[in-house]
């Protein structure tokens, strides 16, 4: 019954936006000339930088928000553990993956509705909003009722009817670039999701595909203040995917705060070498501490600074 309600809401919110569509066109020319900048996530459409808020976590301001957690929530000790260690240390949001995209299928591939619980149950003990990715369009509403935010990685950004199933969603979204996508492609994917309604929306950098293979992806970090100019949307970076490798995470999320991103989103666990899945690029809790106080040095440098939270043990 309730099921048929939203379906037929949501066909109605559909039936809107093709009209829309048909009768405007939604584009209008980049700053560049050429490129086509869709219109709702274009400055020019809207000059102030939108803020993003989640459950009382605000990006996009002059504050930089910090997210961190495991790549997968592989259990509750794992999960658990490493969230009060990242709180403590002052990350703001925690991350972690209960449904992953792997490249094999014989990879660990999440723990599922198990681990959004889970997510769920750290969530109301730290009081850290929680974010995890959804890869598939039926699994929105499931994971819309445990988490802040949801997460778009970047195999999905040109998964169009999820970037649908998302806008129509009320809760923000983390819409990470695909690997092979232009800054055209990703802001049109981001368009998606405002077009459906959803104008909470936080892009994220997190590398793309070259010819260079001494990294795992070549961090674009001339994405940032390319993404600041054309876009009101809050613009953060994720070190850890952009580089696939421990060591380079702190001085690569220092250089994403010297050139403006809006926040970062690093992988962090208990017990790196034994992670089920990145724990190569995955910073230990020590180092995620210190990294954390350099950062603050870095946002100040930049006239910023890292949103302040209680440091106390909880
Ligand atoms: C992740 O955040 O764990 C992830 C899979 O990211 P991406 O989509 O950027 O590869
Ligand atoms: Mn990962």
Redesign the pocket.
């Known amino acids: 019954m309730i099921r048929n309600t939203n379906v037929e809401v949501k066909q109605e919110v559909i039936n809107n936006i093709n009209r829309e569509m048909m009768e405007t066109n939604p584009c209008n020319k980049g700053v560049n000339g050429g490129s086509s900048i869709p219109s709702r996530v274009s400055r020019k459409t809207k000059p102030t930088d939108t803020i993003v808020n989640i459950n009382g976590v605000k990006v996009g301001g002059s504050e930089i928000v910090v997210i961190a957690g495991p ?1 997968a929530v592989e259990s509750r000790e794992q999960l658990f553990e490493t969230a009060r260690s990242v709180r403590t240390a002052g990350a703001h949001i925690l991350r972690g ?1 209960a449904f992953k995209p792997r490249s094999s299928p014989y990879s660990f591939q999440g723990m599922g509705e198990e681990g959004l619980k889970l997510l769920y149950e750290i969530r109301k003990e730290t009081g850290m909003p929680v974010v995890t990715e959804v890869m598939d369009t039926r699994q929105v509403e499931m994971v819309a009722q445990y988490a802040d935010m949801i997460q778009i990685g970047s195999r999905n950004m040109q998964n169009y009817p999820l970037l649908k199933e998302a806008g129509i969603c009320r809760k923000p979204v983390l819409l990470k670039r695909g690997m092979m996508a232009t800054i055209d492609e990703y802001l049109m994917a981001a368009e998606y999701v405002l077009s459906h309604g959803n104008e909470q929306v936080i892009l994220c950098e997190r590398g793309i595909r070259t010819f260079e293979t001494s990294t795992r992806n070549t961090l674009d970090l001339s994405a940032v203040p390319v993404l600041k100019r054309l876009t009101h949307l809050p613009v953060i970076v994720d070190p ?2 952009g580089t696939g490798v421990r060591w380079m995470v702190p001085p690569m999320a220092k250089a994403a705060v010297a050139v403006g991103a809006d926040g970062l989103i690093m ?1 962090v666990h208990y017990n790196p070498e034994a992670a089920l ?2 724990g190569y690029q995955s910073l230990s809790l020590d180092e995620f501490d210190s990294l954390m106080c350099d950062l603050r040095k870095i946002a100040q440098a930049v006239g910023r600074e890292i949103l302040a939270r209680k440091t106390t043990a909880i």
Do not use: F
């Open positions: 790549c993956g850890s995917h992988e899945c990145d």
